[in-house]
């Protein structure tokens, strides 16, 4: 029962971006304490505000915005409404004057009117703003996918930013965006209106990783857990922690993706992997959630290849290391026939079949055109490969049909 209810912690763990986040929320210089410092400060001192929150995706802006508004709804309940509007969805001034008008009356019991037309619904906003000013209450608009606000007239942006220079009214406007140049897209009259705060996001470094992996795979000792599992849980991860091995495992990750988002999807891979019976994480879980997360579809194709086409790319790879700068179906057969008369292989095809899986492999995207020549028959057409020589020593490996010459063939 102790290794499901650590399994159960584990993974209530890392399916709650708040517990995920709230790491990177210690120190005074993070996006979470600036953040929460600007949003709060307007909301105690009765002040209106802007800001821009920029960065990459998978960066965290969304979830760190989202911890700092739940921090202050729990301290000023009263005192902040949350208006959330995305570009992809409210682009148009009118939806997204209809969406805040529908979001305002539902966060203050009032009957909204789905008739009414986009100048009703900017004034009662303005109205709404003013009174909500009135009674000490600052409405907090969250616009994320901003960039795409920014397209067009731009009214919506200047309704809003044009009405928080009244004195009566309490807003804070925060727009995310993976744009970097997001405020030089505003015009002039809505830029002269904007705060120009900007937080800028970036991914996590390595250290910065491991320290979520304890964050989230250390269990607590003083828990309804049994203290001694606990206890060798923990030692057994920040053995592996010190493992070189596990080092090269995080390496390879962050190598392809270093996203939060990515790694919280490893360690969940890596937490489904856990043996039921030990009951404890290994360098085995580990290694396996890489494989798992790192999907290769080229290797994946070369799998399912035929013995054929698996000879044509290694004729296409030599020419490569030949230093054959462009190569078509033409040479690719001189190149097969050379392999055939050196080493007398029984994979012996005819023309018509060996173009036959030329063709399936421009299908399947393991080949391509480089030139234009619509007009000109294939075998004339200049092709070149799009899998890298590691890739294809990997892919002739786990291909069981696969002639042990061809691997001599890549690996010479």
Not at 123 to 133: D, T
């Amino acid at each position: 029962m102790s290794v499901e209810e650590a399994l159960v912690l584990l993974r209530k763990r890392l399916c709650n971006p708040d517990f995920i986040f709230s790491v990177f929320s210690d120190s005074p210089d993070s996006n979470y304490s600036k953040l929460k410092y600007i949003v709060s400060s307007s909301v105690t001192e009765a002040c209106n505000t802007s800001i821009l929150l920029l960065g990459p995706r998978g960066c965290g802006k969304i979830a760190v915005l989202d911890l700092v508004l739940e921090d202050l709804l729990k301290e000023h309940a009263d005192m902040i409404s949350v208006i959330k509007l995305n570009g992809l969805l409210h682009c148009d001034d009118n939806c997204a004057l209809k969406e805040i008008a529908r979001q305002l009356c539902n966060e203050h019991e009032l009957m909204f009117s789905k008739m009414a037309s986009s100048d009703d619904n900017s004034e009662f906003m303005i109205a709404m703003l003013r009174e909500c000013g009135l009674a000490h209450k600052t409405v907090v608009f969250v616009l994320d996918e901003f960039d795409l606000f920014a397209q067009g007239k731009q009214r919506l942006l200047y309704s809003l930013l044009d009405a928080m220079q009244s004195v009566s009214s309490q807003a804070v406007v925060i727009g995310i965006s993976c744009r970097l140049d997001a405020d030089q897209l505003l015009e002039k009259r809505v830029r002269s209106r904007f705060s120009h705060r900007k937080l800028l996001f970036l991914h996590s470094q390595k250290d910065d990783l491991l320290r979520l992996l304890k964050h989230v795979l250390l269990l607590p000792v003083d828990s309804s857990l049994p203290h001694n599992y606990a206890t060798d849980f923990n030692s057994r991860i920040l053995n592996i922690l010190a493992d070189r091995r596990f080092t090269e495992i995080i390496d390879k990750l962050t190598d392809a993706d270093c996203t939060v988002s990515n790694f919280v999807r490893f360690l969940f891979s890596a937490v489904s992997c856990i043996d039921l019976k030990s009951g404890y994480l290994t360098l085995e879980n580990f290694k396996s959630a890489l494989s798992t997360i790192q999907r290769q579809p080229k290797l994946e194709c070369l799998k399912d290849c035929s013995i054929l086409e698996l000879y044509l790319m290694v004729c296409m790879k030599r020419l490569e290391v030949k230093e054959q700068e462009s190569y078509n179906f033409n040479s690719v057969m001189k190149e097969y026939k050379n392999i055939h008369d050196s080493f007398q292989t029984s994979d012996n095809y005819s023309r018509n079949v060996c173009l036959r899986a030329f063709e399936h492999l421009l299908d399947r995207q393991l080949i391509e055109f480089t030139d234009r020549g619509h007009n000109q028959f294939i075998e004339f057409r200049s092709v070149k490969l799009l899998i890298s020589p590691s890739e294809l020593h990997q892919g002739l490996k786990s291909n069981r049909s696969c002639p042990a010459l061809l691997q001599k063939l890549v690996e010479s």
